[in-house]
């Protein structure tokens, strides 16, 4: 079982960048395909962006096309931590933000297994 925890959320105003973290422990953490997830009020978790093991292969998903080219995800297994870097934050980002890891070496949603507790990003003036 893995453990994750995520920071690095808060209020931002439009335009303005956060860089997300989420540090794991309990396995290897070089093991692990892990996603960034966000679920805004009054709508369903969408899938944001994943990375495999090695951080080789990234992938934004099609249907937050506005995140392309303002999202990064990235990761650093000798810190055993993934990262968001968000910039030109817009309100419509406004969600909690969630990283998920699974086992697979897949962007399936349904192989995440094991998620954190979220961090909240408000974008408002």
């Known amino acids: 079982q893995v453990q994750l925890v995520e920071s690095g959320g808060g209020l931002v105003l439009p335009g303005g960048s956060l860089r997300l973290s989420c540090a794991a422990t309990g396995r290897t953490f070089s093991t692990l395909t892990m996603g960034w997830f966000r679920q805004a009020p009054g709508k369903e978790r969408e899938f944001v962006a994943g990375?495999?093991?090695?951080?080789?292969?990234?992938?934004?998903?099609d249907y937050a096309e506005s995140v392309k080219g303002r999202f990064t995800i990235s990761r650093d297994n000798a810190k055993n931590t993934m990262y968001l870097q968000m910039n030109s934050l817009k309100p419509e980002d406004t969600a909690i933000y969630y990283c998920?890891?699974?086992?697979?070496?897949?962007?399936?949603?349904?192989?995440?297994?094991?998620w954190g507790q979220g961090t909240q990003v408000t974008v408002s003036s």
């Open positions: 990375i495999m093991w090695n951080g080789g292969v990234t992938y934004y998903a």
């Open positions: 998920a890891a699974n086992l697979e070496r897949t962007f399936r949603v349904v192989d995440f297994g094991s």
